[in-house]
């Protein structure tokens, strides 16, 4: 008992000792493991942290924290820009090379901080809101790239959406030295408000070399056709007011216009429309018994009584985007948003992805000089063409005007389409809302819309007697890689066709009995392809004029002027 007693007053003293003795050894031997293996990690990712510190997004570094950059008064300042400039003359589309998806690669500059030699920024805001926006979209899209040896399209951290905040020489220094600058070439620019008083420029008036511009007050005089694209004015109120909505049809006032501080001439004109058409019209102008601020921008008067804005918008079938200052207006964005068809005054102006949008579908566009006979123009389109047209308005609202990044991805996918043709969005996908596209049959033949890429195409070749001409242009044909078949109509009835890729014989076909010869045939036709239009919901077919003839092409045309100079040697 005495020895038992006397190991159970040891034991438990020693036990603890023991027990906290292990614990700080095995502590300290997992911290060193835990060490280690923090350590190789950090050495093996860090080249991979490195290159996401330079990638655009603000969460990862905010406008305070980026490089300072001195520009010196003696920085080159780029040219004014090359009004000439086209996709296959100022544009490098090597750059962009083959890939498997068709799809541009666009790299953003890291941000920066730009100063004069003085201190003074380039500009007065830094980086807006609506820029940040912008970027932040693209950086998560699938055309980003952070690679920039693999980019196609290059785009600056510098904010240039609104000229007003800018100083332009320093601006222009600034886009100078970027890294991968040279002329401007591929780098893509987004600005809004261009201009500033008294001229106010429908284009950027930073140089800018042989940059692509996306502007948003473009006429004809500077929008490079092909080159530049037409963007929208993008409305804050579409971020901070939600319009729900509303059913295409006939609204409470038939013509509305908006608009503050439009010129007085074209005032005087409404004023007068008003007093012929009475309650159809109705006439806003700013508040001036309200006090300045934000909430006195979304609302609008007359005589006294006080409409909230935009929603007045819904109440009107049509609405007024008249020119102002600018060519380009916030106007248009509200008035879409409100499935209100906009009534466009604004001559020369170059209307939003005009590239690819059909505004015939959702807009009336009226000379300035037929303001007096808006009413009676109007008035002329049928009811239900109106409805069609309101629903598309919103359309183009939800998908290409609602936000900054829906701006900004569109104009990347023109220049995608415009850089990989092939494969490119047809016009249906570009106009035609998806409530239109499903809610009828989809194919009269219940067979896909749109045929696949990878078999290739078939070749068909119509030929009477000309065996020779046609062995020489079944063998130029069949040279091109893309030919899945190719099929022979020989249209000889007195003559059998020559030895050879397999042969189909009608025996009841004759001459004197085809369906083209009856006079009843075309009214048969045009009904039937009308009948299939009204159930598929739009016109799928297109008029297309195009003849790839080898007699054509023997005649005595200049080389330039043959646009396939190789079958014309047939």
Not at 78 to 87: F, H, I, K, Q, T
Not at 463 to 471: H, I, K
Not at 526 to 551: Q, W, Y
Request: proline residues 7%.
């Amino acid at each position: 008992m005495y020895a038992s007693g006397k190991y159970s007053t040891r034991g438990p003293a020693l036990i603890p000792r023991m027990k906290t003795k292990h614990r700080i050894y095995y502590i300290t031997l997992f911290s060193v493991v835990l060490l280690g293996l923090i350590a190789t990690g950090m050495f093996q990712f860090w080249p991979h942290s490195i290159e996401s510190t330079a990638d655009w997004t603000l969460d990862k570094r905010s406008v305070h924290d980026a490089p300072l950059n001195h520009l010196p008064v003696s920085s080159p300042i780029p040219e004014r820009g090359d009004l000439s400039c086209r996709m296959h003359t100022c544009f490098d589309v090597y750059r962009c090379g083959y890939n498997p998806k068709n799809r541009i690669k666009v790299y953003i500059y890291p941000l920066q901080r730009f100063v004069d030699e003085l201190g003074v920024p380039i500009s007065s805001i830094g980086l807006s809101r609506e820029y940040n926006d912008l970027l932040s979209a693209i950086s998560a899209s699938d055309f980003y790239t952070d690679d920039v040896t693999r980019a196609c399209l290059f785009i600056p951290s510098i904010d240039v959406l609104n000229q007003n905040s800018l100083r332009i020489r320093e601006t222009a220094q600034a886009l100078a030295i970027l890294s991968r600058w040279d002329k401007g070439m591929n780098h893509l620019l987004f600005n809004m408000l261009p201009g500033g008083p008294p001229d106010y420029n429908t284009a950027l008036d930073v140089p800018r070399d042989r940059a692509l511009l996306a502007g948003g007050g473009f006429s004809t005089w500077t929008y490079r056709q092909g080159y530049d694209v037409s963007i929208p004015v993008y409305s804050p109120l579409s971020a901070d007011v939600e319009l729900p909505e509303r059913q295409p049809g006939p609204r409470r006032y038939f013509i509305l216009s908006s608009q503050t501080a439009i010129h007085r001439e074209y005032r005087a004109e409404l004023e007068r429309l008003k007093e012929e058409n009475g309650e159809a019209l109705l006439l806003l102008d700013k508040c001036s018994n309200l006090s300045q601020g934000a909430a006195s921008a979304r609302k609008r008067c007359y005589k006294g009584q006080v409409y909230d804005y935009p929603q007045i918008l819904q109440d009107s079938s049509f609405c007024v985007v008249l020119r102002g200052a600018r060519l380009g207006q916030a106007a248009l964005s509200d008035v879409l948003q409100a499935g209100c068809v906009p009534v466009i005054l604004a001559d020369s102006y170059i209307l939003p992805f005009s590239e690819v949008l059909d505004w015939k579908r959702a807009s009336v566009v009226i000379p300035e000089e037929k303001l007096s006979e808006m009413y009676t123009i109007l008035k002329s389109i049928p009811h239900r063409q109106v409805e069609e047209m309101q629903r598309q308005a919103r359309w183009f609202w939800e998908a290409y005007f609602s936000s900054m990044k829906a701006i900004g991805l569109t104009t990347l996918q023109i220049i995608n389409d415009r850089i990989y043709p092939y494969a490119a969005r047809t016009y249906e996908q570009w106009n035609n809302p998806p409530v239109v596209k499903w809610t009828s049959v989809n194919s009269p033949l219940f067979l896909p819309l749109i045929p696949p890429r990878a078999p290739g195409f078939t070749a068909v070749v119509l030929t009477y007697d000309r065996v020779e001409s046609l062995f020489r242009v079944i063998t130029e044909i069949s040279k091109v890689p893309s030919l899945a078949k190719l099929l022979v109509v020989w249209n000889n009835q007195n003559k059998s066709p020559p030895e050879g890729e397999k042969k189909f014989k009608c025996p009841e076909c004759t001459a004197i009995d085809g369906l083209s010869l009856d006079q009843t045939h075309m009214v048969e036709r045009s009904e039937c392809i009308n009948k299939f239009a009204s159930v598929f919901g739009t016109m799928p077919l297109k008029v297309v004029e195009h003849r790839a003839d080898p007699v054509l092409y023997k005649d005595d045309f200049p080389e330039k002027l043959k646009s396939f100079p190789n079958i014309g040697s047939l």
